[in-house]
């Protein structure tokens, strides 16, 4: 096996982790599964606060990233640790206050690269924004700017992988 074939690992931060770094988690985890990748990428959440550390994601997230056909009822959530930043290969972060929260706690050698998620949907300074303290149309909103982006991301990984392959 070449040094190459070492999985890629991925990690959505967002505040709780709870509504949007879960769903995307979820949402990457499908995509890869249908593109028989899932061996071959380590995919996971956290959030940069520690109020929803062990909780399922939020009902109103399961039950949107339910509608379409993704089930994320089985997580639980983590608060974001140092290892991480040696560990992952990328840190997608969801808005800005994640972007500056992340970089605060980024160590000079880490090896991860910290990117907002909507770079992969062309929006390099797009924000997901927080549903939390609104109703079903924001979840649906941020599943919305989470697919598009997490299309972008699988994209991206298809063809790192092929590039490896070569
Ligand atoms: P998330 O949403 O960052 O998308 O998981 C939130 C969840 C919980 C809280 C804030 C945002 N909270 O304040 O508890």
Redesign the pocket.
């Known amino acids: 096996m070449s040094e190459t074939s070492v999985p890629q690992r991925i990690l959505f931060v967002?505040?709780?982790?709870?509504?949007?770094?879960?769903t995307a988690e979820g949402m990457l985890r499908q995509r890869l599964a249908q593109l028989g990748l899932e061996e071959r990428v380590e995919v996971d959440s956290c959030?940069t606060?520690a109020?929803?550390v062990g909780d399922p994601p939020?009902p109103r997230a399961i039950e949107a990233a339910s509608a379409r056909g993704i089930d994320i009822s089985g997580l639980r959530g983590r608060q974001l640790a140092s290892e991480d930043f040696a560990t992952c290969d990328e840190i997608l972060v969801?808005d800005a206050a994640n972007l500056a929260d992340v970089a605060a706690r980024k160590p000079a050698n880490a090896r991860a690269q910290v990117l907002r998620l909507m770079a992969y949907a062309g929006q390099p300074d797009a924000d997901v924004p927080?549903?939390?303290?609104g109703g079903e149309a924001g979840f649906l909103y941020?599943l919305d700017q989470i697919e598009a982006a997490v299309d972008g991301v699988a994209t991206a990984l298809m063809r790192r992988m092929a590039v490896d392959d070569a």
Not at 14 to 22: D, E, K, V
């Open positions: 967002c505040l709780g982790n709870i509504c949007r770094s879960p959030g606060g109020w929803h939020d969801m927080d549903p939390y303290f941020a």
